[in-house]
């Protein structure tokens, strides 16, 4: 009864299909589900890197035995004998080392001092130490953002545990490879409300993909396995383990040959794309006279294929904040980035548009502003790994749950044997896009002496040939960053996008220099975002990491006096970091913040000086922090204002104007 009750209340298949009006038929795939009943697909063992299932031909042992790629490599050497007992977190260490974990981001405390014991004991990993739990899961995440490998971050219980709270959600949002690991309070203690205890699983239940608190030391092995694949595959994203100190304790014998127990899981990653939603993309393609791509994060993994994709249709491509680097940006082919502050000829592309390819991508609101005007005149297509994000926010006509570089594959070879036929000629629509580009081109004021913050970063695309690792904080420094770096591949952009998460920059820096030792390696920041994790200065000079921090300082909360100038008649709210009472210095100096930590730093205030004191920064050995001061009356343009749509972009205008 209870269950005809449950499906009573679901709205029949028919309703939902036809609520939808549209003069554009919708295909049939365009839903994230079946319109016909299947039976549960059976699995074969799984490979970490694949996110896609096959069948098998025993459906019984694929249901309840998967073996996962990172298994123990075959020349992988235990310090341990086979049947040696040990400590439930040298077991932990040796399952992280068997995943093929070289550094971790581990700082200590009551609850994970039994763990940290253990990775002094292993001579594979390296903690590089953070001086603050945030610190450590932003650099976990700029290391995995720039290598694509997961990072590995671990805390003690309560706060140690809670300050990871804000890198999770980030993680999530930006679809981030993350296993976190956390010790809790012994068993006996959990829910006594007990000495730095929370109940760090239920905290972040809905930050993270999935999340497990460990109560037996024997399925450690089976957990670090399942955690690392579950974060790798499908959609990635955080995974916490959580692990008591008694756990942590226990005497052991590990066994490594486990099967992951992950049946439903694995039922629900996406099949392969069939080539019958493939062909009719392809003929939406070459029925259109006005195709632009729309391409975000899902498409790092898959840049030769876009890069192909687009070399057979020669349809220009419009990258989210996510996706820069996934396409060149100074191919003549690229529109650089769409939505709020993205450019005036990407998003008149969007708008005029007759077909919307949409490629790993979440219809975000910074991206499509008032939904009902995105895009209104394109047919859509989505393809996205995640069968949750199509018809989500923007219902398209035709859509495929899958990998988008599988799918793009696909397109691929399907347009080799018909291009010629097709004879695609998108010639006058690239005209008109190029005549928005030389009519709305990305500039920029002067404010006489003074540099303006988009030179710095056009200064340093220059000097860097636009080779470096970018990460940054957020707010207007992210927008010019964004604008005017010109990125030329994938995971050379590293910014918080969905949370927004201030402070980001500096710790995403140190992962990314820890995974990429021989990149340079730039911080982009503002000193409202770099003040929030400074003390990380002190982890980059005992690790010499070279990273560099060009930090744009304008003394203020940039973007929110941006819209204090723009909608609240330019009233200051708390928008002031400076020193109110000695408005003429700039405070707080943060070269003594760099000095105390024993990293050189120099401050400019002079555009004549700018280019000589970057090169002095990229050419001094280590770290360097280089002050920029720059005006706060600039404001970020263009500039769509929230919830509004392309007819209503802002072209004109900085803090020196009154609206």
């Known amino acids: 009864m209870a269950a005809a009750t449950a499906n009573s209340a679901l709205p029949k298949l028919s309703t939902l299909t036809s ?13 994230p589900f079946s319109t016909t009943p299947q039976k549960p697909t059976p699995y074969r063992s799984f490979d970490v890197s694949c996110s896609l299932s096959h069948a098998s031909s025993n459906p019984r042992s694929a249901a309840t035995s998967v073996t996962p790629k990172n298994a123990p490599p075959h020349d992988f050497i235990s310090r ?146 399942e955690a690392f694949f579950l974060a790798s595959s499908g959609r990635p994203g955080p995974v ?27 039922s629900r990653l996406p099949k392969a794309p069939g080539e019958a939603h493939l062909e009719q993309i392809v003929r939406l393609v070459s029925e259109s006279k006005k195709p632009v791509l729309y391409v975000g994060g899902g498409c790092l993994n898959s840049s030769e294929e876009l890069k192909r994709f687009v070399e057979l249709t020669g349809i220009p491509v419009a990258s989210t904040l996510m996706g820069l680097g996934a396409f060149p940006i100074s191919d003549d082919l690229s529109l650089q980035m769409l939505g709020m502050h993205g450019t005036v000829y990407a998003n008149y592309a969007v708008d005029k548009s007759d ?10 609101d910074r991206v499509t502003g008032k939904l009902e005007a995105f895009a209104s005149r394109a047919k859509i297509v989505h393809i996205d790994i995640d069968s949750a994000e199509i018809g989500k926010n923007k219902q398209p006509h035709v859509s495929v749950c899958s990998d988008v570089k599988l799918a793009l594959q696909g397109i691929n070879k399907i347009l080799e044997t018909k291009v010629a036929k097709l004879n695609l000629d998108y010639s006058e629509w690239r005209q008109e896009l190029n005549e928005q580009k030389l009519k709305f081109p990305l500039s920029y004021k002067t404010f006489g002496e003074a540099i303006p913050p ?47 998460a201030m402070g980001f920059g500096l710790p995403a820096a140190i992962g990314a220099a820890v995974a990429n030792p021989e990149a340079v390696v730039v911080d982009i920041d503002g000193d409202g975002s770099f003040i929030m994790n400074v003390q990380e200065l002190a982890t980059i000079r005992v690790e010499n990491l070279p990273v560099k921090i060009l930090l744009l300082n304008n003394q203020h909360l940039g973007m929110v006096v941006q819209w204090e100038d723009r909608f609240y008649k330019a009233n200051r709210a708390h928008t002031y970091l400076g020193d109110p009472s000695n408005e003429s210095e700039i405070f707080p100096n943060m070269l003594k913040f760099a000095e105390a930590c024993g990293i050189p730093a120099a401050r400019v205030t002079k555009k004549e000086d700018l280019k000589a004191a970057m090169q002095k920064m990229l050419d001094t050995p280590g770290p360097y922090l280089l002050d920029v001061i720059v005006p706060h009356q600039e404001h970020v343009l263009p500039m769509i204002p929230s919830g509004g749509a392309f007819k209503d972009v802002i072209t004109e205008g900085d803090g020196r104007t009154q609206y």
């Open 19 to 31: 609520s939808f009006k549209s003069s554009i038929p919708i295909s049939k795939s365009s839903l």
């Open 80 to 225: 341990y004998a086979d049947d040696e007992p040990r400590k439930g977190a040298d077991i932990l260490v040796e399952a992280l080392e068997r995943e093929g974990v070289k550094d971790v981001f581990a700082y200590p405390g009551g609850a994970s001092m039994e763990i940290h014991q253990a990775l002094t004991r292993s001579k594979i990993i390296r903690n590089v130490l953070p001086r603050h739990e945030q610190g450590g899961v932003f650099a976990a995440e700029g290391y995995a953002r720039s290598s694509g490998i997961p990072g590995v971050c671990i805390a003690t219980s309560g706060p140690g545990a809670t300050n990871l709270v804000s890198g999770l959600a980030d993680a999530m949002l930006d679809s981030i490879p993350l296993v976190a690991i956390t010790g809790q309070v012994p068993r006996r203690m959990i829910g006594t409300d007990a000495f730095q205890e929370t109940p760090i699983v239920e905290v972040t239940r809905s930050i993270t993909k999935h999340n497990y608190l460990v109560l037996d030391v024997d399925d450690i092995p089976r957990i670090v396995s």
């Open 240 to 266: 916490l383990i959580d692990v008591p100190k008694d756990i942590q304790q226990q005497l052991a014998v590990p066994k490594w040959n486990h099967s992951l127990r992950l049946p439903g899981y694995l």
């Open 355 to 364: 077909l919307l390819l949409a490629f790993g991508v979440r219809f975000d």
């Open 454 to 500: 988009q030179y710095a970063i056009q200064v340093l695309d220059e000097l860097t040939g636009g080779n470096a690792i970018i990460s940054t904080g957020v707010g207007q420094h992210q927008m010019w960053a964004a604008q005017f770096y010109k990125y030329k591949k994938p995971r050379q952009w590293l910014t918080s996008g969905g949370l927004g």
